[in-house]
T-cell receptor
Framework: EDQVTQSPEALRLQEGESSSLNCSYTVSGLRGLFWYRQDPGKGPEFLFTLYSAGEEKEKERLKATLTKKESFLHITAPKPEDSATYLCAVQANDYKLSFGAGTTVTVRA | DAGITQSPRHKVTETGTPVTLRCHQTENHRYMYWYRQDPGHGLRLIHYSYGVKDTDKGEVSDGYSVSRSKTEDFLLTLESATSSQTSVYFC?????????????FGPGTRLTVL
């Protein structure tokens, strides 16, 4: 059974204080690892897909990296508008995703 | 914007009543999904569809049924709603980019079963 664990559950940052979120996974045959951002009361918004160890993707202040057992989402010099819940999901050899419970990030001005 | 709408956006109902949630997409994607999201559990797959009249169960399918009679519409039905089905329900579509499939989500339906 695919398992995805995200840590920490919650992260409070000062504006400009860089940090990282962790997503550890066990899956048979990783087809892709996905990061989403979710704002309160809204659906998840797609951020990145990673599909092989060593791959990195960047978008503004966010950078996602992938190893064979985990992925990190680095937030560099965050701003209050980066406050959201970040979700990680893995796709095995089918068309279904398994999601972690998410990390809620709060950035204070 | 993946052109996904969900209706209703909010619903309050009573235990034992039937409820149908609708997901509509405008871009003819083959794969559609229904998830529920609860605190501490993340998103869990209820059912999914890989074409008209082709559906399959996810990890939390008990108490739910689905139908897809047209490519653009995917319906989720709770035959007899229970309080444990109080949740936020998200529909998603899958964009097949060959090697992997990004999923894009609708705005959600908040369902309360009293």
């Amino acid at each position: 059974e695919d398992q995805v664990t995200q840590s920490p559950e919650a992260l409070r940052l000062q504006e400009g204080e860089s940090s990282s979120l962790n997503c550890s996974y066990t899956v048979s045959g990783l087809r892709g690892l996905f990061w989403y951002r979710q704002d309160p009361g809204k659906g998840p918004e797609f951020l990145f897909t990673l599909y092989s160890a060593g791959e990195e993707k960047e978008k503004e202040r966010l950078k996602a990296t992938l190893t064979k057992k985990e992925s990190f989402l680095h937030i560099t010099a965050p701003k209050p508008e980066d406050s959201a819940t970040y979700l990680c999901a893995v796709q095995a050899n089918d068309y279904k995703l398994s999601f972690g419970a998410g990390t809620t990030v709060t950035v204070r001005a | 914007d993946a052109g996904i709408t969900q209706s209703p956006r909010h619903k309050v109902t009573e235990t034992g009543t039937p409820v149908t949630l609708r997901c509509h997409q405008t871009e003819n994607h083959r794969y559609m999904y229904w998830y529920r999201q609860d605190p501490g559990h993340g998103l869990r797959l209820i059912h999914y569809s890989y074409g008209v009249k082709d559906t399959d169960k996810g990890e939390v399918s008990d108490g739910y049924s689905v139908s897809r009679s047209k490519t653009e519409d995917f319906l989720l039905t709770l035959e007899s709603a229970t309080s444990s089905q109080t949740s936020v329900y998200f529909c998603a579509i899958s964009v097949d980019s060959g090697r992997h499939n990004e999923q894009f989500f609708g705005p959600g339906t908040r369902l309360t079963v009293l």
